[in-house]
């Protein structure tokens, strides 16, 4: 009988050391899980809200309890959006301007049918030409 009682009390060391080790197991697993997600997370101070327990929400709690009681208020929020303005500001209509108009020669306003070609738009574009001591506007024009 003497080996039947070492065999139990043998078997009750390994039953307690293999809970031992199966706690042990899940507390290492939690610190890899955590130290990886620092490692390799999001690195901003949001915290998703099924990753973290309901803390401090004592309130939130007495809250839901009384949800019926408690009709929701209605809040109208009013704005207005700025439009931003793309491209360069306008240079100043104060400062002299001088126009040079490229034009094409007067054989390529001929269509190959023989008829006169007509002005249909033209496109300009201004820069500011800064010589010492003077200032003034080019306006290019091409028809």
């Known amino acids: 009988m003497t080996e039947i009682e070492e065999l139990k009390n043998c078997l009750t ?7 031992q080790l199966k706690t042990d197991k899940i507390i290492l697993e ?21 990753d973290t327990p309901d803390l401090f929400n004592e309130a939130e709690m007495g809250v839901k309890e009384n949800k ?7 809040v109208e929020i009013k704005y207005t959006r700025k439009k931003g303005k793309s491209g360069r500001k306008p240079i100043s209509d104060k400062l002299p301007r001088k126009e040079i108009t490229i034009d094409i020669p007067e054989e ?36």
């Open 13 to 19: 060391e390994t039953k307690a050391e293999v809970r």
């Open 30 to 50: 939690e610190k890899v899980d955590y130290l990886t997600r620092k490692l390799y997370g999001s690195k901003s101070e949001k915290i998703k809200k099924d």
């Open 68 to 74: 019926s009681e408690i009709e929701p208020e209605t």
């Open 108 to 143: 390529e306003k001929i269509c190959v049918c023989g008829a006169k070609m007509d002005k249909i738009g033209e496109e300009t574009s201004e820069k500011l030409k800064i010589v010492p001591m003077q200032i003034e506007v080019e306006k290019t024009i091409r028809p």
